[in-house]
Every structure is written in C-alpha cells, then in structure tokens.
C-alpha cells in the first residue's frame, strides 16, 4: 500500500522560507512522478509542481516559480518543496501526490499525502 507523510508546514513571515518534506513507503518510485499541490480556502486545489523520479526533472507552476524549488532524495524516498520568499497569498494546504502519469492535474495523481498547513503572516 502506497502511503505519502508530509511535514514541514508551520507559521511563517512574508519573505520567510520553509522546506516541506513528503515520504513515501510502500513502494519504490521508479517511473512515477511527485506531484506538489496546494488548496487555500474556499478556492479549488492548485498545481504548484512536480519532479520525475528517474531524472529529478521538475516543472513549476508559473505562480511559485524563481521562489520554490522542487527535489527528491532516493535513497530516503522523499520528495522536497523548498519555499522561499514566501507571501500572505502561499497560505493553504500543501499536498504532495504520486502516480506513474506526472502532470499539472490533481485527477491523474491516485496517491495522496494528508497535507500540511503552511500559514504566512504579513
């Protein structure tokens, strides 16, 4: 059974960094493809990234990109998110997901973490 435990979220200044971290037991990740996404309140879950496991190639959503950072360690199979010069408008939950098809849609991804809250103050 696939099984995805973020961490990392917290409380955090505008400008402020964090680094979110996705752990994946269950399987080894071969040929599939992470995927970051975020869901703030009242708003549908948004794309922020994704990294392919073999090559560690990323694609960033425009909204995220020069500020966040995605990479992976295989030998712990974890996923990264580095977050920098964090805004009032990054504030959500922030989801990592897995499958073999890697792309910017949240439906094709059919594992999940449980999320963690990322929270920046102005």
């Known amino acids: 059974q696939v099984q995805l435990v973020e961490s990392g979220g917290g409380l955090v200044q505008a400008g402020g960094s964090l680094r979110l971290s996705c752990v994946v037991s269950?399987?080894?990740?071969?040929?599939?493809?992470m995927g970051w996404f975020r869901q703030a309140p009242g708003k549908e879950r948004e794309f922020v990234g994704l990294?392919?496991?073999?090559?560690?190639?990323?694609y960033t959503a425009d909204s995220v990109k020069g500020r966040f950072t995605i990479s992976r360690d295989t030998a712990k199979n974890t996923v990264y998110l580095q977050m920098n010069s964090l805004k009032p408008e990054d504030t959500a939950v922030y989801y990592c997901?897995?499958?073999?098809?890697?792309?910017?849609?949240?439906?094709?991804?059919?594992?999940w973490g449980q999320g963690t809250q990322v929270t920046v103050s102005s």
């Open positions: 997901a897995a499958d073999r098809v890697a792309g910017p849609t949240a439906r094709v991804y059919d594992y």
């Open positions: 990294i392919r496991w073999n090559t560690a190639s990323t």
């Open positions: 269950g399987r080894t990740l071969s040929n599939w493809s």
